[in-house]
């Protein structure tokens, strides 16, 4: 098959991109996105021009890393997938694709479709840890664990922090991916000593770093790769409000 | 882990606090409101509507809460309009190509321009009512000889409802409310971290049936009534 592709080409922060077009022939309906990217690629080395950036690791939905927006949706139409993981036989022949990168004051884009996600690691920086001092790993069944719990706590942690919910979220909010790491350690016992001071300085560090607010749209879990529940967004309400309440 | 102070305000979780707290309020409000309008649809020539009236202008306790409802409204409009400037400057570059139908509703993609239009709203109708009531010229009269000088609002909405363009005004803005509280009254619930498998489908139910039909066109109603007497 046939893809027409509108790809957003910039050379760095500074610069200002534009879209370009490019026509990819011999696409086979079994390729995944990003290797019809590759044959796009390997054409555009041959002819001597820049190829496009974009980031990707493992290949496989694990790794978060595969940020496109694709035809005016985050990792494009399919639902619970990264774009990796999408299949060319989604498209039709003679398609024409727009592909942009995640737009958002917070994550500047450094080249074409790679953008910074570091904030969300200064996010983690500022709290989505615990603290112990090491020695022997513990006897995992000494420490119980509510099975409900377990399984929330399990749901949660499946964030990949690829942040497609800040890129499908009108106001380019973080709250999907911030309230899974807050839900993941409140769930659990480990989490419980450090558990309101941490949801405050998330919460203030995702504040600094620009993203929007939260209108409660349900974007975010629509469009997320590993079908993250908004349900987090409220417990991280619920936390903050009772770490304010006991301040 | 360093601790973090700062003000409830300043915080993003905190603002959709303030919003949610009052969005609710306005929405307990609304039901008051409407219970005590719903005397317009007597057809006693507004006896009872118009003693109504004089109830809420003159009980201390109604007063303090009608002047408590005002500075809420304000509250939630200066919280909404810094919430939609705020969440403008995180998205600086806008995308080519956008399609949100299928991961959000519209009502919630659009309340700020839905809340435009009810505040909109809000200001005619208080300059109408409120201020004819309280500064206006309305006729008063007496009912059973109690002695006491009713003013006869009912008369002024008569009068109000009669023209078609505030017919038109009424009906167009509580499509806005319905729609605003489709989304609104659910999300009021979710800002406050009211979220449990048990209870979303009750609060998604009373906000679609009561919030956006019920109300919304029980208000409507009221003017359609009156120009089609
Ligand atoms: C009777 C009138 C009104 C009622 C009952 C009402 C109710 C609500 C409720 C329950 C919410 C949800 C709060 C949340 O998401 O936590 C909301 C949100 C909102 N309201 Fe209103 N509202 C009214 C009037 C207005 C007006 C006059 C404006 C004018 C600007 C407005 C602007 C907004 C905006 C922008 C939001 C979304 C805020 C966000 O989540 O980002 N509303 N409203
Ligand atoms: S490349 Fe790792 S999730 Fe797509």
New binding site residues.
Partial sequence: MKINLKVWRQANTQSKGDFKDYTVNEVSEDMSFLEMFDVLNEELVRKGEEPVAFDHDCREGICGMCSMYINGRAHGPEQGTTTCQLHMRHFKDGETVVVEPWRAQAFPVLKDLVVDRSAFDRIIQSGGFISVNTGNAVDANSLPVPKHNAELSFDAAACIGCGACVAACKNASAMLFVSAKVSQLALLPQGQPERYNRVQAMVHQMDLEGFG????TGACEAECPKEISISNIARMNRDFMVAKIAE | MATVQGGLFRSSIGR?YF??LS??F??L??VVHLAGNLQLFKDDGGKAFNMYTWFMTHNPLIKFISYANYAI?LL??ID??L??KH?RKARPVKYYKVDQSKSSTWSSRN??IL??I??IF?VIHMRSFWFEMHFGNVPVLEYDNDGVQYKDLFTVVDAAFGQLWYVLLYVISMFA?AF??YH??Q??F??LGINHPRYNALIKGVGTFAFAILIPALFAAMPLYFFLK
């Fill in positions: 607010n939260c209108t409660n | 959709k919003m949610a969005g609710l306005l929405c409000f609304l409204i939630h409009v909404g309009i919430l939609s969440n309340m700020g809340g435009t009810i505040l809000l409310l605003h509280l609104g009254f999300s009021g979710q800002s």
